[in-house]
């Protein structure tokens, strides 16, 4: 029997192209690109780490794909949750796939607004010097919760804050591009050192280290699709939301980043805290810069606003089918939004932020990578073999080839992430198996179910 298409009826459709879009944009602009520059560069030790950024807007683009043929198919809330059980049989393996995506949420949605919280306490520290390590956690701790107080509330009303975050996030953005380009220098943004492009194993680990770093910065193309329940025409805005939201900020990425290292040279770049302030400050002095950081701290926090937004309805959406915590499963009595999941994952989110920013986002894009990325592109390929009952409004083009150049691209950063990582993601996994048979066998689920008629 097939996930209902619509697990949760209460929910409203209010979001069309405009806020889904903005949504996306919101998250993918989040602190990363204002603060992994350096670490970007640090990866392959030059201005060669561009070519991160190229290698991860064609792994994103290639993977949008994916979440855009999926997301249009089964436009309910969850996202993942619902393609992984869809494709890999709703009353077998995909009942494990299912479980392990909502597993994973549990631990990645904290790491991930985290990630955007710390560089909000980081960014914060240039426009008050001195602050302790402990005075920057307690910002970004801080940060986590009023965001979880702003999403206590319809989806309506945030839909209308989503789009007035993102007007400032653009204009954050343009700002910095106009400045870089009015002010680029092409003999600092190309100061290529020797050798930089030697193939050897230490030039495809630091450009995959980069590609992985780049990977971090796209990611938000899909949070559409976390919230699919509560789109309007979602056959039709889920693709093209997607789809522009790579194309849009990619250029801007590509432009924003290259302009930013012709002005500040790359091996003093690789060692800033702040960088974009750094650049700021570089051509239009302290005051100006002190209004770029208010501007980033902007954009960060209407980023990790973003998140929240999204992985809050993933563990509902189970809960509401019957197959996470009831208490997920909640909705606000007048609001119609899932409280709490909205306030659990904010509140870790907090606690999260205690850990180190490099820490987070290696961890993050691992465990993605490990339990959803790759059999996500997979399931395309079994819903479109086994599933003929799915309408597909969406088919990506050029299939196979784009499916494998998404998975292709997801292995090459796994990888190149380090023995370290993988080993966590695995361990990760592991126990997420062993609790789902736990799980099962209480309830005399897949692949327990001749228990039931043998008790």
Not at 160 to 185: D, Q
Not at 198 to 209: A, K, P, V, W, Y
Request: hydrophobic residues 55%; positive net charge; proline residues 5%.
């Amino acid at each position: 029997m097939a996930l209902p298409e619509n697990a949760a009826p209460q929910l409203v459709r209010g979001i069309g192209l405009l806020g889904a879009t903005s949504a996306n944009m919101l998250e993918m602009i989040g602190v990363g690109p204002f603060i992994t520059i350096p670490i970007l560069l640090s990866k392959a030790n030059g201005p060669q780490a561009i070519l991160g950024w190229l290698l991860g807007a064609i792994v994103a683009l290639c993977d949008g794909m994916v979440w855009a043929e999926l997301g249009a198919a089964m436009p309910g809330t969850g996202g993942p949750y619902r393609y992984l059980a869809e494709a890999y049989g709703p009353n077998r393996l995909g009942r494990l796939m299912s479980f392990l995506f909502i597993w994973e949420t549990i631990f990645l949605a904290p790491l991930s607004i985290a990630s955007g919280a710390v560089g909000f306490g980081q960014y914060a520290k240039f426009l008050a010097t001195g602050l302790s390590v402990w005075q920057e956690k307690a910002i970004a701790m801080g940060a986590c919760f009023l965001i979880t107080a702003l999403l206590y509330r319809d989806i309506r009303s945030i839909g209308r804050l989503s789009i007035a975050m993102w007007i400032v996030v653009l204009g954050t953005v343009a700002w910095i591009s106009v400045a870089g380009i009015a002010n680029f220098n092409p003999h600092l943004a190309f100061d290529f050192p020797p050798h930089a492009f030697r193939f050897s194993t230490s030039f495809f680990l630091g450009l995959g280290g980069a590609t992985l770093i780049a990977m971090y910065d796209y990611g938000g193309y899909n949070n559409v699709c976390f919230f699919a329940g509560e789109v309007r025409d979602p056959a039709r805005v889920i693709p093209r939301s997607i789809l522009l939201s790579v194309i849009v900020v990619a250029g801007l990425y590509l432009t924003m980043n290259i302009t930013i290292i012709g002005v500040v040279p790359w091996r003093e770049a690789v060692h800033s805290t702040s960088i974009v302030s750094d650049f700021i400050k570089r051509l239009f002095g302290m005051g100006a810069a002190r209004v770029a950081t208010v501007l980033i701290l902007w954009t960060t926090f209407a980023s990790i606003f973003a998140v929240l937004l999204g992985y809050s309805r993933v563990p509902y959406a189970a809960a509401a089918d019957g197959r996470f915590f009831s208490a997920f499963g909640r909705l606000h009595p007048k609001k119609k939004f899932p409280s709490f999941s909205v306030a659990f994952i904010g509140i870790a989110s907090a606690f999260a932020c205690l850990l180190d920013l490099d820490v987070l986002i290696n961890a993050l894009i691992v465990i993605q990578i490990l339990i959803q990325f790759m059999a996500q592109v997979f399931a395309v390929t079994l819903i479109r073999r086994k599933r003929p009952d799915i309408e597909r409004p969406f088919k990506m083009p050029l299939y196979p080839a784009t499916s494998i150049v998404a998975f292709l691209g997801w292995f090459y950063i796994l990888v190149a992430s380090g023995w370290r990582y993988i080993a966590a993601g695995f361990a990760l996994l592991i126990l997420g198996i062993a609790a789902y048979l736990w799980r099962a066998r209480r309830a005399r689920m897949w692949p327990f179910e001749r228990l039931r008629v043998h008790a």
